[in-house]
């Protein structure tokens, strides 16, 4: 028997969670409001939610997160995207799930599969942006008067309202050349949109798209990829055959960078792109020469113009802050930006340690399989011994040092198998095959205060405390700590959640009552942070106490103060 301490959504609707203070022993913690849990009914199903992957929030406490429940004996899992406005203490809207109808172009009345990544949110307004996956939804003739079909995945947004495609791999289609990779003859469609999409502005998404194009050689293909941004009008796409509506015009995208585009500063292009994130009319994003092993390239910033011009703003070979004579020679991918400040893992040195990493045992069945048919033994793979989680501003041109490994912690590298498997039409994240991929996770916010304008920021980031044991961690902590810049000065790190702790610190409903009514108090397990999870002064994660079986999960968001203690 499962039950729990908070029986219903409307008890912890709004309400800020317990946090019982020093007879528990906790470190200093802050106040969680539950924003959704395994108690609340997915909307328009009868099934509760399980499983939450990392939300994203904006400066008013719009929440926007991706979410599923069980399967069971009703089906297939609920799954989709929901927003709830933590602000006006509203609750859940869908914003799609298996149920909802592609919006145009769509004449063959497919519906949703799956949302693939977690969504995004505009930091100013209620715009969301989300991946989404699906069967074809154009029919269509080709010149030789066959009929085929197009569009298997795009980028879903709101920003008049409605449900609208905002980017689409239907570029391939005549009557839809938006759509198409810019400057690409003959017309091209982009294949897939790893990673999530970034939208800003209140209508212009950002994102990266990969496609392919013809070798010299006669049924040989190269793969190519760039960082591509489109700004949405709220007009309808017009068709001979009648006005498709509701849309979002017909603006093209517009290229940033890609394969093509030589390096600021470099003799070399990009041969690596990541997805993006934006701010107030600006975008930035990792690229590199060799995504495996970089020797140039970095972070770069770009203005959303019809010709963006692109800036290398951190460098690989650039120094490393605190360390002298060191250079940057990794720089991650997964960007935090918030229209002044951006926050990045990066790594130097040569020393590296070995971890045997082992296949899931619990998320899809299919994946699972997949990674144990690849790797029956563990995949092997090596980690920097010297890294850390670092903030530019943008405005004073410095780099500033926030956590690195030593006495205090690790790693901030953490790994997961995803990707689609062969032969099935489930995915995640990345849209690209299945396989072992690494991760830092930070999150920066210089809002917090209330102004963007002083050099002061407060930064949340993921971390791990351990020591690797044949080539696995041996009780490890995992955590989300916050630090504040100020003054010139970097405070202590603040514990916001970490493996242990009484998951009653961040939901009160985190109790497991047993059949002979014993009660336990479920420890967390694990957490989740992204990088557009902290905006303004609010701070939004997932987290997950006990087991999948016998545990409790949810959505959880603080207010951040402006000075930590």
């Known amino acids: 028997m499962r039950r729990t301490l908070v029986q219903s959504f409307a008890v912890t609707l709004g309400a800020l969670a317990l946090v019982p203070g020093a007879a528990l022993g906790a470190e200093p913690v802050f106040s969680w409001q539950t924003v959704v849990n395994n108690g609340v009914t997915v909307p328009g199903d009868t ?56 919006p145009q172009p769509n004449n063959t009345g497919k519906k949703f599969i799956e949302p693939p990544s977690f969504p995004r949110i505009d930091m100013y307004s209620n715009t969301m942006a989300s991946r989404g996956n699906h069967e074809p939804v154009w029919e269509y003739q080709l010149s030789d008067l066959t009929e085929t079909r197009a569009g298997t995945t795009g980028i879903y947004t709101n920003p008049f309202g409605s449900l609208i495609t905002g980017a689409s791999n239907l570029g391939i289609v005549p009557a839809f050349s938006f759509f198409a990779v810019p400057g690409v003859t003959p017309q091209t469609k982009f294949d897939v949109f790893p990673g999530a999409p970034a939208v800003t502005g209140g209508n212009t998404i950002v994102f990266k798209g990969n496609y392919t194009v ?145 296949c899931p045992e619990e998320g899809n069945a299919g994946r699972q399989a997949y990674c144990v048919e690849h790797h029956p033994d563990g995949f092997t793979t090596t980690v920097p011994v010297h890294q850390g989680i670092f903030v530019y501003d943008t405005s004073d041109q410095n780099t500033y040092a926030v956590a690195k490994t030593g006495s205090d912690y690790d790693d901030f590298v953490y790994w997961n198998f995803s990707g689609l498997v062969p032969g099935t039409g489930e995915s995640d994240e990345t849209g690209e095959p299945a396989r072992w991929r690494s991760a830092s996770f930070v999150a920066v916010s210089g809002l917090v205060d209330g102004r963007l304008t002083d050099a002061g920021f407060h930064v949340a980031f993921k971390a791990r405390k351990g020591t690797v044991v044949n080539g696995a961690y041996s009780n490890a902590i995992d955590g989300i700590y916050v630090k504040a810049y100020a003054s010139g000065k970097l405070s202590a790190a603040v514990t916001a959640v970490k493996t242990g702790m009484d998951g009653i610190l961040i939901d009160p409903a985190a109790i497991y009552i047993d059949d002979f009514g014993q009660q336990t108090i479920l420890p967390v397990t694990e957490m989740g942070l992204e990088r557009d999870g902290f905006r303004g002064k609010y701070l939004a994660i997932n987290v997950s106490m006990g087991t999948e079986e016998a545990g409790w999960a949810g959505i959880y968001l603080t207010q951040v103060p402006a000075v930590l203690q």
């Open 47 to 102: 099934r509760t939610f399980n499983s939450y992957n990392q939300p994203s929030i904006n400066v008013n406490r719009m929440v926007v997160f991706r979410a599923r429940s069980k399967g069971g004996t009703t089906g297939e899992p609920a799954h989709g995207v929901f927003t709830r406005d933590m602000g006006l203490g509203t609750g859940l809207v869908t914003i799609f799930d298996r149920n909802t109808l592609v």
């Open 214 to 358: 013809p070798a010299s050689t006669p049924g040989v293909y190269i793969s190519k990829t760039g960082v591509y941004f489109r700004t949405l009008t709220n007009n309808p796409i017009p068709l001979a055959s009648g006005n498709l509506s509701p849309a979002a015009g017909t603006n093209p995208v517009v290229l940033i960078a890609n394969s093509d585009t030589r390096m600021p500063g470099e003799k070399v292009n990009f041969g690596s792109t990541a997805p993006p994130s934006a701010a107030a009319g600006l975008a930035v994003f990792a690229g590199f020469d060799n995504e495996e092993n970089p020797t140039a390239g970095g972070i770069y910033i770009a203005n959303l113009a019809a010709k963006p011009n692109v800036a290398n703003v951190v460098k690989i070979g650039g120094p490393v802050p605190g360390e002298s004579g060191q250079k940057f020679n990794r720089i991650g991918e997964g960007l935090s930006f918030d229209g002044r400040f951006i926050a990045f893992w990066g790594a130097w040195g040569t020393e590296t340690k070995t971890l045997i990493l082992q």
